[in-house]
């Protein structure tokens, strides 16, 4: 069974940093194409990010580039999303989601509220 949990949001000042994690269970995120999503209050899901495998290619959204890094460490079959000047528009539920070839997995999110 495919779990995946997040952890790691919280409430940042405009212009901070939080590193989210997604643990995974029951697949191995180096075998996987790792994404994360965001919904923003009252807005659809949105990609932000993803890593790809083999390969570690990644790709971000274009509000995030330069700001949002993911990565993975296939030891802790853990993906990370390291977010640094976090601005106000970032304030969501962030999500990752597994794709193999049995399908896609998500987590349940965890929420990041940036405000002062």
């Known amino acids: 069974q495919v779990q995946l949990v997040e952890s790691g949001g919280g409430l940042v000042q405009p212009g901070g940093s939080l590193r989210l994690s997604c643990a995974a269970s029951?697949?191995?995120?180096?075998?996987?194409?790792m994404r994360w999503y965001r919904r923003a209050p009252g807005k659809q899901r949105e990609f932000v990010a993803y890593?790809?495998?083999?390969?570690?290619?990644?790709n971000y959204e274009e509000s995030v580039k330069g700001r949002f890094t993911i990565s993975r460490d296939n030891v802790k079959n853990t993906v990370f999303l390291q977010m640094d000047s976090l601005q106000s528009e970032d304030t969501a539920v962030y999500y990752c989601?597994?794709?193999?070839?049995?399908?896609?997995?998500w987590g349940r999110g965890t929420e990041v509220t940036v405000s002062s």
């Open positions: 029951g697949v191995s995120v180096g075998g996987a194409v």
């Open positions: 989601r597994a794709s193999i070839a049995s399908g896609n997995y």
């Open positions: 890593i790809t495998t083999p390969g570690e290619t990644t």
